[in-house]
C-alpha cells in the first residue's frame, strides 16, 4: 500500500491548518495497490484523536475486519492515549499492535503517526484539524476515515473538497463520519423517496436534541489552553458550534432527500439560557436555523443542549403524498422497515474495510464537502442573527482565530473568560463575521 510521497513539512502542514491548502498533485495509481490478496494481509490502522469518538471508530474498524490492526496512536494528550489503548486492548487484544513507540503525542503527532508506515487513518480529533490532517494523509497515499464536522470554517469546507478529489485522483478511500448514509433503515427510506413515494419534498424538520456533551473535571495543573482543549466540544474555535458538530447528521439526510441540492439561503436563531456556566465555553445551548432551497422547500433545524429536556435525533419529510422518517412512510404508500440494521457508525467501517480488501476506492465527497458548508451557513446565520445566502458564505475567508494557523499549549487562548467567570457567547444581531 505505499505510494510516492511528497516530504510532510511543519511548514506545509501550518499551512493546511490555516485553510490554505493547494489542489494536490493529480497523478493515477492504481486500484490494486490497496487491495488485500484473499483478505490476508493485516490492514495497518491509525488513529487521531483518543479522547471520545476516536476509540470508538476504531473498535468499530478492528470489529469489520479482523485482518485489520491498530498500530498507532495520536493526541495531544498522552492520558487519552494510554486510556483509549487500554480500554481497545482489553475488547481486541489480537489486533491492538501499538507500541510505546507508536503512542504520538502533541501537536506534531498527525505527522508522525502518518510517517509510522500506517494504511489507513481514523481522523476523530478536535474539529478544527480535520481538514489539514485529511489532506495530510491523502497527500501520504492513505485512505481515510474522517468524523463530522468535516470543518468549521468556509476555506476548511473548500479544503475537504480538494482532499476528496485529491484521493479519487489517487485511488484512495475517503469515508465520512457522517453514518446516517451507512444505515441500511435510512437508505431504504431514500431509497422509495427518491422513487416517488412521497411525491415532492416540501419541507422538512431535522432535529438534534440531546443534554451537553460530556465535561472534563478541571484540573488544577492544566493552563488555560489545556482546559480548552480537554473540552473541545465547548468552544467554538475548536467545534465550530452544535449546528455543524451535531445538527449536520440529520441535516445531512434531509439534502439527501432533496437530490443533495445545497441551501440558497439560511436564517436562524440562537442563545443560551440553561446550560450557563464556566465549564459550557463559549457555545450556545440552544439554535433553530431556517434552509431554504431554489425549488420552495425548506427544512427546519433544531439542536439544543440542555439537560432535563426533550431528546430527540430525527428527520421527518413532508411530501405532496406523504410523509417519511427513519424506516418509514406514511401516506399514499404505506411502508415499515423490517430487515437488519448494524447501524451506520458499524456499517460505515464495515463498507470501507471492505472497499480495501477489494480494491475499490469508497468516496464520500459528493456530500460530506457539501453538507459541512451548509451547516456552516447555518451557524453562521444563527450566530449573526442575519439571513446568510450560500453564496456569500461558500465565498467568504472567515475563519476561526488563531488566524495564523500556530496552535498549541503555548500561545494565548483565543477566548477568554470574563470576570464572572464565564466565557463571551456571541449575541445574535451585534456580532459580525466578516
Avoid at 469515508?175 to 419534498?201: F, N, W
Wanted: aromatic fraction near 8%; hydrophobic fraction near 40%; include cysteine.
Amino acid at each position: 500500500m505505499d505510494s510516492p510521497k511528497r516530504p510532510l513539512t511543519r511548514r506545509r502542514f501550518l499551512e493546511a491548518s490555516a485553510g490554505a491548502l493547494g489542489a494536490a498533485a493529480a497523478f493515477p495509481l492504481a486500484v490494486e495497490r490497496a487491495a488485500h490478496a484473499a483478505g490476508s494481509d493485516a490492514i495497518r490502522i491509525g488513529l487521531i484523536g483518543c479522547g471520545d469518538r476516536g476509540p470508538g471508530a476504531a473498535l468499530q474498524a478492528l470489529t469489520a475486519d479482523r485482518g485489520a490492526k491498530l498500530v498507532a496512536m495520536a493526541d495531544v494528550f498522552a492520558d487519552h492515549i494510554r486510556e483509549a489503548r487500554k480500554q481497545l486492548k482489553e475488547k481486541r487484544p489480537e489486533q491492538v499492535a501499538v507500541d510505546d513507540e507508536r503512542c504520538f503525542v502533541g501537536f506534531d503527532a498527525c505527522e508522525r503517526l502518518i510517517e509510522s508506515g500506517v494504511d489507513l487513518v481514523l481522523i476523530a480529533c478536535a474539529s478544527r484539524f480535520h481538514p489539514a490532517y485529511m489532506r495530510a494523509c491523502i497527500d501520504q497515499g492513505k485512505h481515510v476515515f474522517v468524523e463530522k464536522p468535516h470543518a468549521i470554517d468556509p476555506p476548511g469546507a473548500h479544503a475537504v473538497q480538494e482532499a476528496c478529489d485529491a484521493a479519487a485522483k489517487k485511488g484512495l478511500c475517503v469515508v465520512s463520519g457522517l453514518h446516517r448514509r451507512y444505515d441500511p433503515a435510512i437508505r431504504e427510506t431514500m431509497k422509495r423517496v427518491q422513487d416517488g413515494a412521497i411525491g415532492d419534498v416540501l419541507a422538512a424538520e431535522v432535529t438534534f436534541l440531546r443534554a451537553p456533551y460530556k465535561i472534563s473535571e478541571r484540573d488544577p495543573k492544566w493552563s488555560e489552553m489545556e482546559w480548552q482543549f480537554k473540552t473541545w466540544y465547548h468552544f467554538s474555535y475548536l467545534s465550530g458550534d452544535d449546528v455543524p458538530q451535531s445538527l449536520i447528521h440529520t441535516y445531512d439526510t434531509a439534502a439527501w432527500a432533496l437530490g443533495e441540492a445545497a441551501p440558497v439561503a439560511a436564517h436562524g436563531l440562537a442563545g443560551r439560557s440553561a446550560s450557563i456556566a464556566h465549564i459550557y465555553g463559549d457555545v450556545f445551548d440552544h439554535q433553530t436555523v431556517v434552509f431554504e432551497y431554489s425549488n420552495g422547500a425548506v427544512v427546519y433545524g433544531l439542536v439544543r443542549t440542555q439537560h432535563g429536556c426533550h431528546g430527540e435525533v430525527a428527520m421527518k419529510l413532508v411530501g405532496t403524498k406523504g410523509r417519511a422518517w427513519e424506516g418509514g412512510i406514511d401516506g399514499a404508500t404505506k411502508w415499515r422497515y423490517s430487515g437488519p440494521n448494524p447501524g451506520g457508525h458499524q456499517n460505515e467501517q464495515t463498507e470501507l474495510l471492505a472497499a480495501l480488501r477489494a480494491g475499490k476506492p469508497l468516496n464520500n465527497g459528493d456530500y460530506m464537502a457539501r453538507s459541512t458548508m451548509a451547516c456552516i451557513l447555518g451557524q453562521l446565520a444563527c450566530t449573526t442573527g442575519k439571513k446568510l445566502t450560500w453564496k456569500q458564505v461558500s465565498e467568504s475567508k472567515f475563519s476561526y482565530p488563531p488566524h495564523d494557523g500556530r496552535i498549541d499549549f503555548s500561545i494565548e487562548p483565543p477566548v477568554k473568560a470574563g470576570p464572572d467567570g464565564l466565557y463571551p457567547v456571541p449575541v445574535p444581531g451585534k456580532t459580525d463575521w466578516v
